[in-house]
């Protein structure tokens, strides 16, 4: 079954962001989409989760329009945003952050369910501790654990490493390559795919379009590196057989 | 015991909920300078209410002060689509001042009124004014017991609000909504230009030193109310304005904190 289904879709704001995008994910995919600053992959997430609408072209998710049928399947996403955008400064406890989802939607939490999140993100004993206190991979694992409190069938996270200490790292690619085992569909939005390279089923690489996409080894090669980010970066075959991009950061 | 002084006693009262919530949300929604832009628009329209006075056209100050404010709210929502929320509160704040001036200039014998609402005055509230506060405190507390969740997770994670199905803009816009009609109910009491010190001051303080949400509006509370009460015993005693007492506290006890967290 697929989850995302994009067809023909571009998007502009004052320019052209995204041009005729056409890719199809299936259900318990683990998905990462990268590209270099500028790439259009916020804007992409902003499309799948149905707050823009396509300029030409429709996107389906779980089979229903992402921008006219939004309210259809909201529910079954999890979204984990960058973590740059939160407002850490507010006095709440990891216990209220994983609440307030489904709080805000009049709807009861227990606090089994929040344990039970929190401890597959291995954050269970700092239930009761202020966000603002834990470190960024700490805030960034109780953000996962808050995408994870609705049970959903896609789980989306933009730049889900940004500032995240290496363990923390290593959990949450555990805890994601563990939700694709059971069916879930995960779709990671990165600039670095190395801490997932390993996991992930299938590379989306962007830069305004579809540059390439398949598996990790087939889409870095030089010619298809050197049109997303107009320039060479050196590639590295690892033990395990992995070719890693090995970039410095192209965030800005 | 003076009846003036009690109905002073209770109004404090009212005003240190609006304070609690209101000013606790300001700070929570990093938009402190609401307060200043709302009381200022809301004394654009009190001033456009005395003009029409006192050229025989009877109207009521409050409404021409809620719709200011809540005109200014629009104004400030809507430039927090585009950016920072402050730069339209500062857009709304000036433009409410110059039309509160030209009016204020084109009234006469009205003058003192406008003193009024400037400065405030906890001891001469009128019953009329009295029930106003009570409404408008009503308001606030039921309107925000019902969205606090959507209040909160609008101001931590707006990205992540959107995302998970909330109308970031239209719950924006009613939080800012709700600080004005906060801000307007005090109007009279406290006056447009110390209005801030007493709703951003305490719960400025209770953010320095509280330890979840619960604590944060319990301490902002009580700051505010001690404040009032300091303000009105010192005022009675010595017949000092008992608003700017208040404010004069409440922003010591702000300093004080902060002082000694960062030491």
């Known amino acids: 079954m697929k989850t995302v289904i994009l067809h023909d879709v571009s998007f502009s704001y004052d ?129 996962l654990a808050r995408a994870l409190v609705g049970d959903p069938e896609i789980l989306l996270l933009d730049e889900p490493f940004n500032g995240v200490d290496i363990p923390s790292q290593e959990k949450i690619v555990e805890v994601l390559s563990d939700l694709t085992s059971k069916g879930k569909t995960v779709i990671i939005v990165v600039h670095n795919i190395n801490p997932v390279l390993h996991e992930v089923d299938r590379v989306i690489l962007l830069n305004r379009k579809v540059i390439a996409t398949g598996k990790p080894n087939d889409v870095f090669t030089e010619e298809n590196v050197i049109k997303a980010y107009g320039s060479s970066i050196p590639l590295v075959i690892c033990e395990e057989g992995y070719t890693h991009p090995l970039y410095g950061d192209q965030h800005g | 015991m003076d009846e003036l002084l009690i109905k002073a006693a209770i109004v404090s009262i009212l005003i240190a909920i609006n304070t609690a919530i209101a000013g606790t949300l300001t700070v929570f929604r990093r938009a402190s300078f609401l307060v200043a832009g709302s009381s200022h628009s809301a004394l654009a329209g009190v001033a456009v209410a005395l003009f029409l006075k006192s050229i025989g056209i009877d109207v009521h100050y409050f409404a021409f002060a809620l719709l200011a404010a809540v005109f200014a709210a629009f104004l400030s929502a809507k430039a927090s689509k585009h950016g920072d929320i402050n730069t339209g509160i500062a857009v709304a704040f000036a433009l409410s001042m110059a039309v509160a001036v030209v009016f204020i200039s084109m009234t006469r014998n009205y003058t003192s009124n406008a003193w009024q609402f400037l400065f405030g005055d906890l001891l001469l509230l009128t019953d009329e004014d009295f029930a106003l506060i009570s409404i408008s405190t009503s308001v606030v507390l039921i309107t925000t017991s019902f969205f606090y969740h959507k209040f909160l997770f609008i101001s931590f994670d707006p990205d992540g609000a959107e995302a998970f199905g909330i109308n970031v803009h239209l719950y924006d816009f009613l939080l800012i909504s709700i600080i004005s009609i906060s801000v307007v109910s005090a109007l009279k009491a406290v006056g447009a230009i110390l209005v801030f010190s007493i709703f951003i001051a305490p719960s400025a303080t209770a953010m320095e030193i509280g330890k979840n949400t619960r604590a944060i509006f319990g301490i902002s509370f009580i700051i505010a109310l001690l404040s009032m009460y300091f303000g009105l015993a010192i005022s009675y005693q010595y017949s000092l304005p008992a608003g700017a007492l208040a404010a004069l506290i409440a922003s010591i006890v702000y300093f004080i904190t902060a002082a000694r967290k960062i030491s």
């Open chain 1, 15 to 143: 320019k052209k962001v995204l041009e005729d995008l056409n890719f199809e994910i299936d259900r318990g995919e683990f998905i990462a989409i990268l590209g270099p600053n500028g790439a259009g992959k916020t804007t992409l997430v902003k499309l799948i989760l149905g707050l823009l609408k396509p300029e030409k072209g429709w996107i389906k998710v779980l089979g229903y329009n992402s921008f006219k049928e939004r309210h259809k399947f909201v529910d079954l996403i999890g979204y984990l945003p960058q973590r740059e955008e939160i407002v850490s400064e507010l006095p709440l406890t990891v216990s209220q952050v994983v609440k307030l989802p489904l709080l805000s939607k009049g709807k009861r939490v227990g606090e089994e369910k929040v344990l039970k999140v929190l401890s597959m993100v291995g954050m269970d004993e700092e239930i009761a501790k202020r966000f603002g206190e834990l470190s960024g991979g700490q805030q960034q694992r109780v953000l």
